[in-house]
């Protein structure tokens, strides 16, 4: 266990040590502040508010007796929740290239000499990728309510809000409704860093990893409608990706559902694990 906490902070120090590390910080950093700047000098949040509450959700809300909340650091914070995107693509380059760059600069050889397996190797690689992505959803929360907070101010620091839970709308906080966001854009981001983890370990390389996962993060709602007469299309992975929208009771593939979607995820999941393990374990190194 020491020998992996140790070799999970040296390839989280190396990460640091890319300039397309720190990028990314600066990148989100310069998108939030774009919009904060936009919303408060541009556009009329009461406008934007009139925008986000229309027709079924404004109509919760009077059934409930509630008054709609004005635009203020939770709104941005909520808002701004879709920059996960954002980090899911950032994530799927440096799973690709966590890997890549050690066949690329023949490294990986002084790397399996080490006293740690390959397994265990690997494993700390695994968790680097997603700890770097917390941090990054970490910092974008933050960010959001330092900037939201400067520029828009704050109502309540837990104020109640009506948002759709699955089986209609109904009152929930906003750390409530932010943390399941957070938690449905997470689950995809696991699973598709893990392909392009898996894609990079068996080609030795990040091009083919980055594109595809892009692709199918990117592109999933189309290809799923292009095959989405065939009835497997509701075993395709990106059927599954979105699973806000499926929790939410608007799922692509008509009939699918959350216990389906997640279950459809976790043995994808196995699959590029048990893929990626297996040949990263057995893979002969001489040659490189």
Do not use: C
């Not at 050690?102 to 390959?118: C, D, Q, S």
């Not at 959001?144 to 109640?160: E, K, Q, R």
């Not at 216990?259 to 040949?279: A, D, K, R």
């Amino acid at each position: 266990m020491s020998n992996l906490v140790q070799l999970v902070k040296n390839e989280f120090i190396k990460l640091h040590h890319y300039k397309s590390t720190w990028a990314m910080y600066i990148i989100i950093g310069l998108l939030l502040i774009g919009m904060g700047m936009v919303t408060n000098f541009v556009v009329n949040p009461s406008l934007m508010v009139d925008e986000t509450f229309q027709a079924d959700l404004m109509q919760a809300y009077q059934s409930m007796g509630l008054e709609v909340p004005a635009y203020d650091m939770w709104a941005f914070v909520a808002e701004n929740i879709s920059l996960t995107s954002f980090i899911t693509i950032f994530i799927i380059v440096v799973a690709a290239k966590i890997i890549s760059n050690e066949f690329k600069w023949e490294t990986i050889k002084l790397l399996l000499i080490r006293p740690a397996g390959r397994g265990t190797i690997l494993t700390s690689k695994y968790i680097t990728v997603f700890l770097f992505a917390l941090v990054l959803i970490l910092y974008t929360i933050i960010l959001s309510m330092i900037i939201g907070l400067l520029f828009f101010g704050v109502d309540s620091w837990n104020p109640t809000i009506v948002d759709n839970m699955g089986s209609g709308y109904t009152e929930v906080s906003i750390m409530t409704s932010i943390g399941m966001d957070i938690l449905f854009s997470l689950i995809s981001l696991i699973v598709v860093a893990t392909l392009s983890f898996m894609i990079a370990i068996l080609f030795k390389g990040s091009a083919m990893a980055i594109a595809v996962s892009i692709v199918i993060f990117v592109a999933a709602p189309m290809l799923t409608m292009l095959v989405s007469q065939y009835e497997i299309s509701k075993y395709l992975l990106t059927a599954h990706l979105n699973l806000q929208s499926i929790f939410e009771g608007s799922p692509i593939i008509e009939g699918t559902s959350l216990g389906f979607s997640i279950t459809v995820l976790i043995v994808y999941y196995v699959i590029f694990m048990v893929i990626g393990w297996l040949t990263f374990k057995k893979r002969d190194v001489a040659g490189n």
